[in-house]
């Protein structure tokens, strides 16, 4: 599985961005895919995860209410919607698949990385 991250950009505080992964491969929906990002200085941290029917999600406490994350299958592609960004949103994100019985919310779970898109919030 390939996958290539896109949408991210600048935008001011309180603004919004919807951030896209194309997923190259077959039985997409075979996978669990998922939000990272990772802020300057910091460890790469959980965002949100969708199964791969896109019935269950999972998000961080820190994006709960202000993030949606949706995918179609048809279409090999997640989304992840951020609404009320604030500066602390800044970072590159990236998108992942797993196949496995592993947390969501680990890094070591997922085998497939794109390549992150950068999204940058000011005040």
């Known amino acids: 599985v390939q996958l290539q991250a896109s949408g991210g950009g600048l935008v001011q505080a309180g603004g919004s961005l919807r951030l896209s992964c194309a997923a190259s491969?077959?039985?997409?929906?075979?996978?669990?895919m998922a939000w990272f990002r990772q802020a300057p200085g910091k460890e790469r941290e959980f965002i949100a995860s969708?199964?791969?029917?896109?019935?269950?999600?999972y998000y961080a406490d820190s994006v709960k209410g202000r993030f949606t994350v949706s995918r179609d299958n048809a279409g090999n592609t997640v989304y992840l919607r951020m609404n009320s960004l604030i500066p602390e949103d800044t970072a590159v994100y990236y998108c992942?698949?797993?196949?496995?019985?592993?947390?969501?919310?680990?890094?070591?779970?997922?085998?497939?990385w794109g390549q992150g898109t950068l999204v940058t919030v000011s005040s």
């Open positions: 992942a698949a797993k196949a496995n019985s592993l947390s969501d919310y680990s890094t070591r779970a997922y085998v497939y």
């Open positions: 491969g077959r039985a997409f929906s075979n996978y669990v």
């Open positions: 969708i199964s791969g029917s896109g019935r269950t999600t």
